[in-house]
């Protein structure tokens, strides 16, 4: 009895073992705090730092885009809450608007983050509940970041430097 | 230690420590780090499998492992199923302590891989016996070492003078470019150090057939190495060593 009780111990402990080393091959995380946030959301456990979140907000508001980003990155280092990365997206396409010109590097970054909201909504539709806010679904983002690094004739249309940043 | 206790120290050893041990070869074995400190995990390549294989064939023929005695129908299912993840996580740490001291790319990487497999292929046709094999291996992943993570990690570190500099510059000459040597922190050396021993103490740990006492194997193979003189001269003081308790009993 104490013998297969080792024996199912030992292939319980191999097996589990055994799967977190394939994860951990197949996650790739570069520090320990990347372990430990991967296998948090593997867990479902994962929850944003709301108070870093916050801060960002805030910063955002008052259109410091770079730190703004900087403290969403600290508040969702696994870059997996719809909110956040709907709010980083934002934060490319506002420093990257131009009146004249867009940052393309800023928007490309912009459409990979609202691309990452997207695929975290349950149903793929993003919609954030902030009247602040022009924009206020993940599409209507998405179109205008990929509207503004496409090359077409309307830009060179004058009327363009009167267009609104959302 | 009474009886009982070391049967349930072997029987834990066995089923679990062992293969907890080897996986934590795996695990280490594909283990590097950036000079920013940072991880890369790098699955075995093709080639270490190959070597693994290879290594496997030699711990059956070297009697390392006596396979019909780890997987038998003779055991229970769930001591089959036991040993079997033990020897497919004896064949992961195998290749990836392969992989530890395999430099990851270039020229030296196949340098590497056919001086493995070479030796891995000769001692195919080489008598051995378990002691004697894990003695070789010692030696094989010791050079090995040396040679990536001191020899070479010392000459490409980009913290070196210029003489080893120099002479890092002039080897990637001579190969025309294809030496092509990744640079990590020495961080990476010492967790290979450790992934090397661990491994060999596994294989320490290893025993030709589960249920056996390691011991009735290794005085086996001492017994087989004797004269015929000298096997009759131990039989004879065996027999005699088994007669004494009953004299004892007899007379007393």
Same mark, same amino acid.
């Given at each position: 009895?104490?013998?297969?009780?080792?024996?199912?111990?030992?292939?319980?402990?191999?097996?589990?073992?055994?799967?977190?080393?394939?994860?951990?091959?197949?996650?790739?995380?570069?520090?320990?705090?990347?372990?430990?946030?991967?296998?948090?959301?593997?867990?479902?456990?994962?929850?944003?730092?709301?108070?870093?979140?916050?801060?960002?907000?805030?910063?955002?508001?008052?259109?410091?885009?770079?730190?703004?980003?900087?403290?969403?990155?600290?508040?969702?280092?696994?870059?997996?809450?719809?909110?956040?990365?709907?709010?980083?997206?934002?934060?490319?396409?506002?420093?990257?608007?131009?009146?004249?010109?867009?940052?393309?590097?800023?928007?490309?970054?912009?459409?990979?983050?609202?691309?990452?909201?997207?695929?975290?909504?349950?149903?793929?539709?993003?919609?954030?509940?902030?009247?602040?806010?022009?924009?206020?679904?993940?599409?209507?983002?998405?179109?205008?970041?990929?509207?503004?690094?496409?090359?077409?004739?309307?830009?060179?249309?004058?009327?363009?430097?009167?267009?609104?940043?959302? | 230690? %009474?009886? @009982?206790? *070391?049967?349930? /120290?072997?029987? +834990?050893?066995?089923?679990?420590?062992?293969?907890? !041990? &080897?996986?934590?070869?795996?695990?280490?074995?594909?283990?590097?780090?950036?000079?920013?400190?940072?991880?890369?995990?790098?699955?075995?390549?093709?080639?270490?499998?190959?070597?693994?294989?290879?290594?496997?064939?030699?711990?059956?023929?070297?009697?390392?492992?006596?396979?019909?005695?780890?997987?038998?129908?003779?055991?229970?299912?769930?001591?089959?199923? %036991?040993? @079997?993840? *033990?020897?497919? /996580?004896?064949? +992961?740490?195998?290749?990836?302590?392969?992989?530890? !001291? &395999?430099?990851?790319?270039?020229?030296?990487?196949?340098?590497?891989?056919?001086?493995?497999?070479?030796?891995?292929?000769?001692?195919?046709?080489?008598?051995?016996?378990?002691?004697?094999?894990?003695?070789?291996?010692?030696?094989?992943?010791?050079?090995?070492?040396?040679?990536?993570?001191?020899?070479?990690?010392?000459?490409?570190?980009?913290?070196?003078?210029?003489?080893?500099?120099?002479?890092? /510059?002039?080897?990637?000459?001579?190969?025309?470019?294809?030496?092509? !040597?990744?640079?990590?922190?020495?961080?990476?050396?010492?967790?290979?150090?450790?992934?090397?021993?661990?491994?060999?103490?596994?294989?320490?740990?290893?025993?030709?057939?589960?249920?056996?006492?390691?011991?009735?194997?290794?005085?086996?193979?001492?017994?087989?190495?004797?004269?015929?003189?000298?096997?009759?001269?131990?039989?004879?003081?065996?027999?005699?060593?088994?007669?004494?308790?009953?004299?004892?009993?007899?007379?007393?």
């Amino acid at each position: 009895m104490r013998t297969a009780l080792v024996q199912g111990l030992g292939v319980l402990a191999t097996l589990t073992y055994g799967g977190f080393i394939g994860w951990i091959y197949a996650t790739q995380p570069r520090t320990l705090q990347e372990v430990a946030t991967t296998a948090q959301v593997a867990a479902g456990v994962y929850e944003v730092d709301a108070a870093r979140f916050q801060q960002g907000l805030e910063l955002f508001r008052r259109e410091q885009f770079r730190a703004a980003r900087d403290e969403w990155s600290r508040a969702d280092p696994a870059q997996h809450d719809p909110r956040t990365q709907f709010y980083v997206a934002y934060a490319y396409y506002r420093e990257g608007w131009g009146r004249l010109h867009h940052d393309d590097a800023l928007y490309r970054q912009g459409t990979l983050a609202v691309s990452r909201a997207i695929a975290l909504s349950p149903q793929g539709a993003y919609v954030v509940d902030d009247p602040t806010l022009p924009m206020r679904t993940a599409a209507e983002l998405e179109a205008e970041l990929e509207k503004g690094v496409e090359r077409t004739w309307s830009d060179l249309n004058p009327m363009r430097v009167l267009e609104p940043r959302k | 230690m %009474s009886g @009982a206790s *070391t049967a349930a /120290a072997s029987l +834990f050893t066995r089923h679990v420590l062992l293969p907890l !041990v &080897l996986l934590t070869v795996a695990l280490l074995g594909g283990l590097r780090v950036r000079p920013d400190q940072s991880f890369l995990f790098l699955a075995p390549p093709l080639v270490t499998l190959v070597m693994a294989a290879l290594l496997m064939a030699l711990f059956a023929r070297g009697g390392l492992i006596l396979l019909e005695r780890w997987v038998s129908g003779r055991q229970t299912a769930l001591a089959n199923v %036991s040993h @079997a993840l *033990t020897l497919l /996580a004896l064949f +992961f740490a195998s290749a990836q302590a392969f992989n530890s !001291v &395999l430099p990851e790319r270039g020229l030296l990487h196949w340098v590497f891989a056919l001086f493995f497999l070479w030796t891995l292929w000769n001692d195919q046709f080489a008598p051995f016996d378990p002691y004697r094999l894990i003695r070789s291996l010692c030696v094989l992943f010791g050079t090995a070492f040396v040679l990536k993570h001191m020899l070479l990690a010392s000459l490409y570190s980009p913290r070196v003078g210029w003489g080893r500099r120099l002479m890092g /510059a002039l080897l990637e000459g001579a190969s025309l470019g294809t030496l092509d !040597v990744a640079v990590f922190a020495p961080a990476t050396g010492y967790v290979s150090f450790f992934t090397l021993a661990l491994y060999v103490g596994a294989l320490a740990l290893v025993r030709p057939a589960p249920d056996e006492d390691g011991d009735v194997r290794r005085l086996l193979g001492e017994y087989r190495r004797l004269s015929t003189p000298e096997r009759a001269a131990l039989r004879e003081a065996l027999g005699e060593e088994g007669e004494r308790p009953v004299r004892s009993r007899l007379t007393s």
